[in-house]
C-alpha cells in the first residue's frame, strides 16, 4: 500500500512539475504576451535629448598589417573615431593573426597620444588567440576623457624591417552619450 500510494504521489508532482511554467505566473504571463505580438517596436530616443542618460558601447577595430601596411615609424589610421564627449573606459587586445617583423617592431595603438590605449610592445612575443589588457584598465587613473573625440591609430615603432604579417583586434569600452 506504502509502495502504490508512493508511486501515486511521484506521478502527480511529476505532471504538475510538467505542466507548470519554469517562472512565476506573472513572469511567465509576459513572455507570452510578448510572443504573441506581432511588430512591436519601442520607442527610439534620442541621446543628446535624454537628460541624464549615457550609453556604453564596445567598440572593435582591427589592424591587419597586410592591408593597413606595416613601415617602420609609421602611424597607420584604422578608420574608427571614437566620439566627442566620450570616456575609454578599458582597452584589450587580441591577436588574431601571428605577427611577423625580423626586427621585433613594437605597435602601439594611439588616440590622442603615443601609446595612450595600447603602450608600444613586441607583438610578435604574443601567440595568436592571445588577449591582454591595454594601457586602459578600466580605473579612473587610466581612463581617457575625450572632449573632441579621437581616429584609433596603429603605431609601428622603429625597426629596419617593420611589421611583415600580422592581425590584432582592439576593443575598446566607451561611455559616451553621443551615439
Do not use: W
Not at 534620442?46 to 577595430?61: F, H, L, N, Q
Not at 613594437?106 to 608600444?120: K, R, W
Not at 612575443?125 to 588577449?131: E, F, K, L, M, P
Amino acid at each position: 500500500m506504502k509502495r502504490v500510494l508512493f508511486a501515486t504521489l511521484v506521478m502527480f508532482s511529476l505532471a504538475v512539475f510538467a505542466t507548470q511554467a519554469p517562472f512565476h505566473k506573472d513572469v511567465d504571463d509576459r513572455f507570452k504576451t510578448l510572443e504573441n505580438t506581432t511588430g512591436v517596436t519601442f520607442p527610439q530616443t534620442d541621446p543628446k535629448e535624454t537628460a541624464g542618460y549615457s550609453y556604453m558601447r564596445t567598440i572593435k577595430v582591427q589592424y591587419d598589417a597586410a592591408v593597413d601596411g606595416g613601415t617602420a615609424d609609421t602611424s597607420y589610421a584604422l578608420g574608427v573615431t571614437v566620439p566627442d564627449d566620450s570616456i575609454i573606459i578599458e582597452s584589450n587586445f587580441r591577436v588574431t593573426g601571428t605577427v611577423v617583423s625580423s626586427s621585433d617592431n613594437t605597435i602601439a595603438f594611439t588616440c590622442e597620444s603615443s601609446g595612450d590605449i595600447i603602450a608600444a610592445i613586441d607583438m610578435t612575443d604574443y601567440a595568436t588567440s592571445s588577449y591582454r589588457h591595454g594601457a586602459i584598465t578600466a580605473t579612473p587613473a587610466s581612463s581617457a576623457l575625450l572632449s573632441d573625440g579621437c581616429e584609433i591609430r596603429a603605431e609601428i615603432g622603429s625597426g629596419t624591417t617593420g611589421v611583415t604579417a600580422g592581425k590584432i583586434d582592439l576593443f575598446l569600452k566607451v561611455l559616451s552619450s553621443d551615439y
